[in-house]
């Protein structure tokens, strides 16, 4: 009886832990985003993180992650590479390769998260590190 219990108990703690994950009320601390080796070779990275589409890109040795949440409506920015800017689709809001606004109607730059070299990874914290 008791074994069965505990049988049960541990089918409800797992399906509580994964409707929960589903949810997204549960945010990973970090993402592990791919070799800092391929990274510097590819020029960025598209990823999802927390729900969140996010860029991580390479500069001058060091890798850095911004949010493609426009902070003016939350629509998906997209990147133009061979523009080095950012365009939101919505109202057409500019930001630079660094996520500065540009133009538009976005009132701040877009989100930066914290991101580290775990040789020989590329970390992405979740930790917004610009005023937001
Ligand atoms: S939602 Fe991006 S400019 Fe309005």
Request: proline share 5%; glycine share 8%; charged share 20%.
């Amino acid at each position: 009886m008791q074994k069965q219990r505990r049988k049960f108990l541990g089918f409800l703690a797992g399906w509580i832990a994964g409707a929960l994950q589903g949810c997204n009320f549960i945010e990973e601390k970090e993402l592990i985003a791919g070799q800092l080796a391929n990274l510097a070779f590819e020029k960025y990275w598209l990823r999802e993180f927390n729900g969140k589409r996010i860029i991580i890109f390479y500069n001058q040795g060091e890798p850095y992650t911004l949010s493609l949440v426009c902070t003016h409506k939350k629509c998906t920015v997209r990147y133009r590479a061979s523009e080095g800017q950012f365009i939101c689709p919505c109202h057409k809001g500019r930001y630079d390769i660094h996520g500065n606004v540009l133009s538009g109607k976005p009132p701040k730059p877009l989100a930066k998260y914290k991101t580290i070299i775990r040789p020989p990874y590329v970390v992405v914290l979740n930790q917004i590190i610009n005023e937001q």
